[in-house]
């Protein structure tokens, strides 16, 4: 077997680490592969968890840190990486009251949970001598369980051990590559969409006045996925639809009637949010989209009417002959 040996101790404490930090490494082929070795007598068992232990406490600790420091801000960056952010921080926050910090014993075994615990806990208030002990017996755990796996079926883990030799190449090429053209092309599309919405502002006051001159005029609040579920609710604009950007970016099923104008905007008045939900929308071949300059806080600081809560989408929607996704 040591004709195709490339797995080393750091090896698989650099790939541990990189997956604990949200980047596409499969560490558990790593931690397979090395558990076959160990059983062939090439590698030693205890060195190999304690390299996965180790990248597992050095990538929380720096989560758990950037959660002390930014709170929920870290939460949210981390939950974007899931398919719906907004669920993921809602799920995480209700696991973490109902089970505590227990939860880090398990969390690795659960992709999305183990991403968003360290930053979560450090946000809850934990401490470091009450979280790092807990987050050692979830990285012992999980990193022995894959050990154990590759030493017990060693002599069916030959395909992981090849993966690993090749896995540096495959990266780069088939991995790496795809994906860095990917994110390149996603972040210029939505360059080029906040650009463009930059020139398609209305003002408050102006859409104060089309609204009141009965002009056909579908108003999306966009409930931002990045808002805290315990936050106070922050009102809406009166005959607003409340809509989730989630739901424009991943339904095809939606219609605007001809000579109606969407008017999109935020809470927070953010250009990302609101690219990201034209992007959707420009997808299924809509592009009569304006955004509200300022956002809500412009709509309210110029003194204009804020409804306690948005209107009752079917109702909204019906008025000027929008269909929206339901949930």
């Known amino acids: 077997m040591t004709s195709y040996l490339a797995l080393t101790y750091p090896g698989v404490l650099l790939a541990v680490f990189a997956e604990q930090l949200c980047l596409p490494i499969p560490s558990v082929i790593f931690l397979m592969a090395a558990g076959a070795l160990s059983a062939r007598g090439e590698m030693r068992t205890s060195i190999i968890i304690l390299m996965g232990v180790s990248g597992c406490l050095v990538a929380d600790g720096l989560w758990f840190w950037f959660g002390r420091r930014w709170g929920s801000q870290t939460l949210r960056l981390v939950c974007r990486f899931s398919a719906d952010?907004?669920?993921?921080?809602?799920?995480?926050?209700?696991?973490?009251?109902?089970?505590?910090?227990?939860?880090?014993?398990?969390a690795k075994f659960f992709p999305g949970l183990n991403l968003v615990m360290p930053p979560l806990a450090a946000a809850e208030g934990a401490s470091l001598a009450s979280f790092f002990p807990l987050d050692i017996l979830g990285g012992l755990?999980?990193?022995?369980?894959?050990?154990?796996?590759?030493?017990?079926?060693?002599?069916?883990?030959?395909?992981a051990i090849r993966l690993v030799e090749h896995f540096g190449k495959a990266l780069g090429i088939g991995i790496g590559v795809p994906?860095?053209?990917?994110?390149?092309?996603?972040?210029?599309?939505?360059?080029?969409?906040?650009?463009?919405?930059?020139?398609?502002?209305?003002?408050?006051?102006?859409?104060?006045?089309?609204?009141?001159?009965?002009?056909?005029?579908?108003?999306?609040?966009?409930?931002?996925?990045?808002?805290?579920?315990?936050?106070?609710?922050?009102?809406?604009?009166?005959?607003?639809?409340?809509?989730?950007?989630?739901?424009?970016?991943?339904?095809?099923?939606?219609?605007?009637?001809?000579?109606?104008?969407?008017?999109?905007?935020?809470?927070?008045?953010?250009?990302?949010?609101?690219?990201?939900?034209?992007?959707?929308?420009?997808?299924?071949?809509?592009?009569?989209?304006?955004?509200?300059q300022g956002g809500l806080e412009a709509w309210r600081q110029q003194g204009l009417p804020v409804a306690q809560f948005p209107e009752v989408d079917q109702v909204a929607a019906e008025r000027v002959g929008v269909h929206l996704p339901t949930l």
């Open 85 to 106: 952010p907004r669920t993921c921080s809602k799920n995480a926050r209700e696991q973490f009251r109902r089970y505590g910090l227990a939860l880090l014993c398990v």
């Open 141 to 159: 755990l999980w990193s022995g369980f894959y050990v154990g796996l590759g030493y017990v079926f060693y002599r069916q883990v030959d395909v």
């Open 179 to 292: 994906l860095c053209l990917f994110v390149g092309w996603r972040g210029l599309a939505l360059v080029r969409i906040i650009r463009r919405l930059r020139l398609r502002r209305v003002s408050p006051q102006l859409l104060a006045r089309k609204l009141k001159s009965n002009s056909r005029i579908a108003v999306l609040d966009l409930l931002d996925f990045e808002a805290e579920g315990n936050s106070p609710n922050p009102g809406a604009i009166p005959g607003a639809l409340r809509v989730e950007p989630s739901r424009l970016r991943k339904s095809p099923h939606i219609t605007v009637p001809h000579g109606v104008d969407i008017v999109l905007y935020s809470s927070s008045g953010s250009d990302t949010v609101a690219a990201r939900a034209a992007e959707g929308l420009k997808r299924v071949g809509i592009d009569n989209v304006w955004v509200l």
